[in-house]
């Protein structure tokens, strides 16, 4: 199994991105995928999913209306639309194969103030 994730940069406060994450080695649809992320000297935090089959999606409060996760099934690839960023979106982002312990590698998102 291996998920890969890009997609991330420096951006000015109020700016955009588009995180993707590139998976193989499993039934894509037999799964769900999460995006975490990891700012410095805190948690790591839970901030979208989405279920791989019927395309259901859920969000961290703190990014519910500005993000939008989303799917390719032909492509294996799960989306993290992020729009409005704020410097508090600042972190390294991971996309996780929901419920294991499998990450991507991770991608730093910078915003800049």
């Known amino acids: 199994v291996q998920l890969q994730a890009s997609g991330g940069g420096l951006v000015q406060a109020g700016g955009s991105l588009r995180l993707s994450c590139a998976t193989s080695g499993f039934t894509f649809e037999d799964y769900a995928i999460g995006w975490f992320r990891q700012a410095p000297g805190k948690e790591r935090e839970a901030v979208s999913c989405i279920s791989l089959s019927e395309g259901i999606t859920s969000y961290a409060k703190s990014v519910k209306s500005r993000f939008t996760i989303s799917k390719d099934n032909a492509k294996h690839t799960v989306y993290l639309q992020m729009n409005s960023l704020k410097p508090e979106d600042t972190a390294v982002y991971y996309c996780?194969?929901?419920?294991?312990?499998?990450y991507g590698q991770g991608t730093l998102v910078t915003v800049s103030s």
């Open positions: 996780n194969l929901y419920g294991t312990s499998v």
